[in-house]
């Protein structure tokens, strides 16, 4: 459902609701929020709610520090882990300067002009997301360790997968909040767990992504164990993912998928440092099912972008390289403009590599163009990017790229 600010005052007066949840996040994707209560909500949505960003990741400095949040009503979301009588509400929030013009770092509002641009050019893009993370165990300190909290394998069921009964609590409290899971099960690593989302519209399927996420952290820590979403948190075992699967309206004979990827192929090298911009991302590239090289196939998991085996409106792309640290507002709206670069130029796909790239000898490989092997080199490539530096404002760039 959907709310008016008419609606959402009205939800808060007879909902018993006592604190309502600001919700934003930095410009590497990482929740932040600032509680307020029922008596300053029509503020909010009047002049927004101000706030110091110069201690937020890529928000800048003390010299220009005040900023506002906009609460967007459409965005409300009970909290159902918090007490039935005096209730708590999540709200998405849009940010501004002080004097109205919108903050170029509020990657949500990135968003959602890649989706408006999108919609100009005749097309609409679908997203929906697959995300692994471990389970922990917590020291006698309540604080995480690197003890995976079960041995399992992949697929494999209860009394080895101990994840089960956390996966469950997981997606039943997300469609408390109206967010409905596709699937989950135990992933290959000991530990490892893997929810997917069924496809959304792109800011839909972003929202869905950090509630995933914080939910996830809180069950996790509830049940006294640590949600790690850290790309390759065990040197010897798999990685997490955030696998990304795309489609696009109209596309009845899905010729204009093929120039998307095309599109995400020709870019994905300049795009990869905001896929992936920790050091440990690209300790998982090239293992464990991980991608390395740029290539496409059909159902092939060893490669960059895999055509999944599905009918009608499931037929998708599904991109293998993000991890789950990804800021999910900015991968959505990079592939978007990626998408709308193959659609605009008839971007054509290479031969598919059907072959298991993990198990090919080298000289075979050796026509595959890499991903980007280092932080650093990542880097470059988007520095170095037209395409990159058209679309992605200039400090958001700074903040992945030079700080």
Same mark, same amino acid.
């Given at each position: 459902?959907?709310?008016?600010?008419?609606e959402?005052?009205?939800y808060?007066?007879?909902?018993d609701?006592k604190?309502?949840?600001l919700?934003?996040?930095?410009?590497f994707?990482?929740?932040?929020?600032?509680?307020?209560l029922p008596?300053? &909500?029509?503020r909010? +949505?009047?002049?927004?709610i101000? +706030?110091?960003?110069?201690s937020?990741?890529?928000?800048g400095?003390?010299t220009?520090?005040? &900023? +506002?949040?906009?609460?967007e009503?459409?965005?409300?979301?009970?909290?159902p882990?918090r007490p039935?009588?005096?209730?708590?509400?999540?709200?998405?929030?849009?940010?501004?300067?002080?004097?109205?013009?919108?903050?170029?770092c509020?990657t949500?509002?990135f968003?959602?002009?890649?989706?408006e641009d999108?919609?100009?050019?005749?097309?609409?893009?679908?997203?929906?997301?697959?995300? /692994?993370?471990?389970l +922990?165990?917590?020291? /006698?300190?309540?604080?995480?360790?690197?003890?995976?909290?079960?041995?399992?394998?992949?697929?494999?069921?209860?009394?080895?997968?101990?994840?089960?009964?956390?996966?469950?609590?997981i997606?039943?409290?997300l469609?408390?909040?109206?967010i409905?899971?596709?699937?989950?099960?135990?992933?290959?690593?000991?530990g490892?767990n893997e929810?997917d989302?069924? @496809?959304?519209?792109? &800011?839909?399927a972003?929202?869905?992504t950090?509630?995933?996420?914080?939910?996830t952290k809180?069950?996790?820590?509830?049940?006294?164990?640590?949600?790690?979403?850290?790309p390759?948190?065990?040197?010897?075992?798999?990685?997490?993912?955030?696998h990304?699967n795309i489609s696009?309206q109209?596309? /009845?004979?899905f010729?204009?998928?093929?120039?998307?990827?095309g599109?995400i192929?020709e870019?994905?090298?300049?795009m990869?440092?905001?896929?992936?911009?920790? /050091?440990?991302?690209?300790?998982?590239?090239?293992?464990?099912?991980?991608?390395?090289?740029?290539?496409?196939?059909?159902?092939?998991?060893?490669?960059?972008?895999?055509?999944?085996?599905?009918?009608?409106?499931y037929?998708?792309?599904?991109?293998r390289?993000?991890?789950?640290?990804?800021n999910?507002?900015?991968s959505f709206?990079?592939?978007?403009?990626?998408g709308? @670069?193959?659609?605009?130029?008839?971007?054509?796909?290479?031969?598919a590599?059907d072959i298991?790239?993990?198990?090919t000898?080298?000289?075979?490989?050796?026509?595959f163009?890499?991903?980007?092997?280092?932080?650093?080199?990542?880097k470059?490539?988007?520095?170095?990017s037209?395409?990159?530096k058209?679309?992605?404002?200039?400090?958001i760039?700074?903040?992945?790229?030079?700080n």
């Amino acid at each position: 459902m959907k709310y008016s600010k008419e609606e959402v005052m009205q939800y808060v007066l007879e909902e018993d609701v006592k604190f309502i949840r600001l919700a934003f996040c930095d410009v590497f994707g990482r929740q932040k929020n600032i509680s307020i209560l029922p008596e300053e &909500l029509s503020r909010a +949505f009047q002049y927004g709610i101000a +706030f110091d960003a110069s201690s937020i990741a890529g928000f800048g400095d003390e010299t220009h520090s005040d &900023l +506002f949040l906009h609460p967007e009503p459409e965005t409300l979301r009970l909290l159902p882990w918090r007490p039935e009588h005096g209730r708590v509400v999540q709200i998405f929030c849009h940010i501004s300067y002080p004097d109205g013009t919108p903050f170029e770092c509020d990657t949500r509002s990135f968003l959602k002009k890649a989706i408006e641009d999108a919609r100009t050019a005749g097309y609409q893009f679908f997203f929906g997301a697959e995300q /692994e993370f471990y389970l +922990f165990q917590l020291d /006698e300190k309540g604080c995480p360790t690197k003890t995976p909290y079960d041995k399992a394998g992949y697929m494999d069921i209860a009394p080895d997968d101990k994840g089960e009964n956390i996966r469950w609590e997981i997606c039943l409290t997300l469609e408390q909040m109206g967010i409905r899971p596709e699937s989950s099960h135990h992933e290959a690593g000991p530990g490892q767990n893997e929810i997917d989302f069924r @496809y959304s519209d792109a &800011l839909t399927a972003a929202d869905q992504t950090m509630l995933f996420r914080t939910i996830t952290k809180i069950v996790s820590y509830r049940n006294g164990l640590s949600a790690d979403f850290t790309p390759k948190p065990l040197p010897d075992e798999p990685g997490n993912g955030f696998h990304i699967n795309i489609s696009i309206q109209p596309d /009845e004979t899905f010729s204009n998928l093929g120039h998307v990827i095309g599109g995400i192929l020709e870019k994905i090298r300049e795009m990869t440092v905001f896929f992936n911009f920790t /050091e440990n991302s690209y300790q998982r590239f090239g293992n464990n099912k991980a991608p390395m090289y740029i290539s496409w196939a059909g159902e092939n998991r060893s490669q960059l972008i895999r055509i999944p085996a599905t009918f009608g409106e499931y037929r998708r792309a599904e991109l293998r390289s993000p991890d789950p640290l990804a800021n999910p507002y900015l991968s959505f709206a990079l592939l978007i403009y990626a998408g709308l @670069y193959g659609l605009q130029n008839n971007s054509e796909l290479p031969a598919a590599a059907d072959i298991n790239l993990f198990q090919t000898d080298v000289e075979a490989l050796a026509k595959f163009e890499k991903l980007p092997e280092t932080l650093a080199s990542a880097k470059s490539a988007a520095l170095k990017s037209p395409f990159i530096k058209r679309y992605v404002p200039a400090a958001i760039l700074s903040a992945y790229c030079e700080n």
